[in-house]
């Protein structure tokens, strides 16, 4: 499975991202798809995760009401639209894979994962 993340950048406070993640080699709705984000000095943290269903989804508390992961089953790709963004979303984000039927925040459940895309929150 390999998994290829895109749409970070230089956004400033109060902005919107759009990330993405493609996901090759296997049955993209066999996965439950994860964000995680690594801000410097920090441990790699979850972000959201939902099922290819999209009937079973987690967020972080910190991103409940701002971020929306979603997913086109048919491309395929997920995606993490991020609105009211904060400098302390500031990090890499990375998109993961795990072979579940239910969404999972456990950072050790995920089985594949993609290369970060840096987002910097910044003005």
């Known amino acids: 499975v390999q998994l290829q993340a895109s749409g970070g950048g230089l956004v400033q406070p109060g902005g919107s991202l759009r990330l993405s993640c493609t996901i090759s080699g296997r049955t993209f709705s066999r996965y439950v798809m994860g964000w995680f984000r690594q801000a410097p000095g920090n441990e790699r943290e979850f972000v959201a995760a939902n099922n290819w269903s999209g009937t079973s989804t987690h967020y972080a508390d910190s991103v409940k009401g701002r971020f929306t992961i979603f997913r086109d089953n048919a491309k395929p790709t997920m995606y993490l639209q991020m609105n009211s963004l904060k400098p302390e979303d500031t990090a890499v984000y990375y998109c993961?894979?795990?072979?579940?039927?239910?969404?999972?925040?456990?950072?050790?459940?995920?089985?594949?994962w993609g290369q970060g895309t840096l987002v910097t929150v910044s003005s």
């Open positions: 993961a894979a795990a072979p579940r039927t239910f969404s999972t925040t456990t950072t050790s459940d995920y089985d594949y």
